[in-house]
């Protein structure tokens, strides 16, 4: 019963570099979320997904790219790495409707130095 | 914007009951969530309340007053494990969550 699954979990990069988060789930869900957390802050959303083939920007974008190519699949792309995107990164999905329950995968740490 | 306001951390005695507080803006209101999240965990669901009056759930309880813009989450016999920061989260008239910074919570024996 795996659910949502991040890769990787720990990641260092350096100012300027590329990488992509993955996430994946087997619940069928149709939404699927990026948040970052921040310490002492709460969970940023960076974009959302209503379906495959249909993403949107949420409240933090910048420096961030998705795609929905499959209903399962939902990566997050860093592009030109800075320091402010330092973070703890939580993919999250959810059945149907925006008030239902989110199931979040475990976070990917990532550093950016 | 949107403001979710909860206690920065809270401390409580094992076996003890204990109600974090949290308060947001009334506008465009579609629902409350209450998450537990352990440290260097994903938070994890416990409560959604969209109308008034208290909802509970084993140990826990969830209660919402919509005219006061008031949640509260109740811990009753608390327990070690249930040492984790808390989560409250609006839904806002556009549907997306709005998440307070959370409340740590410490149990002490």
């Known amino acids: 019963n795996a659910g949502v699954t991040q890769t990787p979990k720990f990641h260092i990069l350096k100012i300027g570099q590329s990488m992509t988060l993955q996430c994946t789930q087997d619940?069928?869900?149709?939404?699927m979320y990026w948040y970052r957390q921040d310490p002492g802050m709460g969970l940023k959303l960076i974009y959302y997904?209503?379906?495959?083939?249909?993403?949107d920007k949420g409240e933090v974008p910048n420096g961030y790219n998705v795609s929905r190519s499959t209903t399962e699949d939902f990566p997050l792309r860093l592009e030109l790495a800075a320091p402010s995107q330092t973070s703890v990164y939580f993919c999250?999905?959810?059945?149907?409707?925006?008030?239902?329950?989110?199931?979040f995968g475990e976070g990917s740490r990532l550093t950016v130095l | 914007g949107q403001n979710i306001d909860q206690p920065t951390e809270m401390t409580a005695t094992e076996g003890a009951i204990v109600q974090i507080n949290c308060t947001y803006q009334?506008?465009?209101?579609?629902?409350l969530f209450w998450y537990q999240q352990h440290a260097g965990e994903a938070p994890t669901f416990l409560s959604y309340?969209?109308l008034d009056g208290l909802e509970e759930k084993g140990r826990f309880s969830s209660f919402l007053s919509r005219s006061k813009g008031y949640s509260y989450l109740l811990l009753k016999e608390l327990q070690m494990k249930d040492s984790a920061s808390y989560l409250c989260?609006?839904?806002?008239?556009?549907?997306?969550?709005?998440w307070g910074a959370g409340t740590k919570l410490i149990i002490k024996p």
């Open positions: 999250a999905s959810s059945p149907g409707t925006p008030t239902g329950e989110l199931f």
């Open positions: 997904s209503v379906g495959a083939g249909i993403t």
């Open positions: 989260a609006e839904v806002d008239s556009n549907y997306q969550l709005i």
């Open positions: 619940m069928n869900h149709n939404y």
């Open positions: 009334t506008s465009g209101f579609n629902g």
């Open positions: 309340n969209v």
